[in-house]
């Protein structure tokens, strides 16, 4: 079976960047994953704070792509390893929402976005759903550190 997700009210709502689950991240508090994620666009700049303290995550998206802010060179190549790092974060903070990720076995998670063909599926389903990968990298990262910590005890 896939899961599928995209809206963060709805059942695995919270493989969502828009679900509220905050974490600590770079000695900084970030409502969202999307608020880090966006924020990370224009690193060494003010406009990191100004995403970071942004109310909503659908503020910091927005405040993100507008592309009168300076994104940082090297973006195509840095996003995949900061998306990686924000959502493994979110899930080590709150394990609520990792027995829930951990939950879904070896199934395939699909970010089922009508409009996005990079992190999710897109509307015919061909796009590369990068966000649903990382969310199964993770799956095993935590998995793996369970496991070493069950080793432990």
């Not at 809206?7 to 828009?18: I, K, L």
């Not at 509220?20 to 060494?44: R, V």
């Not at 900061?82 to 970010?111: C, G, N, S, Y």
């Amino acid at each position: 079976m896939t899961i599928y997700f995209y809206s963060a009210r709805e059942q695995y709502g919270c493989f969502s960047n828009f679900s509220p689950h905050g974490f600590e991240l770079d000695n900084l508090y970030w409502y969202t994953s999307e608020h880090y994620f966006q924020a990370q666009k224009f690193i060494g700049t003010f406009h990191v704070e100004q995403i970071r303290l942004v109310k909503t995550p659908k503020d910091a998206a927005k405040m993100g792509r507008e592309r009168s802010r300076p994104l940082r060179p090297d973006w195509e190549k840095a996003k995949d390893d900061i998306m990686r790092k924000a959502v493994l974060r979110k899930f080590e903070t709150h394990q609520d929402i990792q027995k829930i990720l951990l939950a879904t076995d070896a199934q395939e998670i699909v970010e089922n976005s009508p409009i996005d063909y990079y992190w999710g599926c897109g509307s015919d389903g061909s796009g590369k759903n990068m966000l649903g990968i990382i969310l199964m990298e993770v799956r095993e990262i935590l998995r793996y550190n369970n496991s070493l910590q069950v080793g432990v005890k």
